[in-house]
């Protein structure tokens, strides 16, 4: 299986800041990598496909990037609504894999 | 708009069965890979199975093969997720998802004595 690894696991910015999250597999996953945010007690909801293209009615203050093995989330200023967990996936291969998730707290 | 409803979760004892499932509205469904992902309590997203638009190949995590069984009705715009054996590590609110792009509000499992 490809294992997905997060960091950091957590971390505590203040509105305004530029966060960026990053996220490896252990094996070439080429460009198939999602990312999604989750928010206490609601369903994950997708953000980005294929590394660094925003679904629709996602706000450019999000961006992706990366390849092969090693990829980022950046939120270029953050916002209230914005403190959540990010999650990253490959879907590259079966079965598809998450990685542990990076919770974004208040500072 | 895509709706997804999940059905079916409840509490079940080891080693017991249940089914999920899952109503699609709001777009194409017969033409759109499916997924369910589950989440245990406190913890990460774990994918567990997909199934493709004519319901000819189906995939699954290892943790599950064997003892779950996804499926669909494309006439019924509706996906299904059989579950037999059941563990208490199978406890977890269980998604439905369109690609993982569109996803239920999710249905939750819980397996204890």
């Known amino acids: 299986d490809v294992q997905m690894t997060q960091s950091p696991s957590s971390l505590s910015a203040s509105v305004g800041d530029r966060v960026t999250i990053t996220c490896r597999a252990s094996?070439?996953?080429?460009?198939?990598l999602s990312w999604y945010q989750q928010k206490a007690g609601e369903a994950p909801k997708s953000l980005i496909y294929?590394?660094?293209n925003l679904q629709s009615g996602v706000p450019s203050k999000f961006s992706g990037s990366g390849s092969g093995t090693e990829f980022s989330l950046t939120i270029s200023s953050l916002q209230p609504e914005d403190f959540a967990t990010y999650y990253c996936?490959?879907?590259?291969?079966?079965?598809?894999?998450f990685g542990p998730g990076t919770e974004v707290e208040i500072k | 708009e895509v709706q997804l409803v999940e059905s079916g979760g409840g509490l079940v004892q080891p080693g017991g069965s249940l089914r999920l499932s899952c109503a699609a509205s709001g777009f194409s469904f017969s033409h759109h890979w499916m997924d369910w992902v589950r989440q245990a309590p406190g913890k990460g997203l774990e994918w567990v199975a997909n199934i493709n638009q004519d319901g000819s190949a189906k995939n699954y995590v290892d943790s599950v093969k064997g003892r779950f069984t996804i499926s669909r009705d494309n006439a019924r715009d509706s996906l299904y997720l059989q579950m037999n054996s059941l563990r208490p590590d199978d406890t977890a609110i269980y998604y439905c998802?369109?690609?993982?792009?569109?996803w239920g509000q999710g249905a939750l499992v819980s397996v204890s004595s």
């Open positions: 094996l070439d996953i080429n460009n198939d």
């Open positions: 996936l490959q879907y590259n291969r079966y079965p598809r894999t």
């Open positions: 998802s369109e690609s993982l792009i569109y």
């Open positions: 294929g590394t660094s």
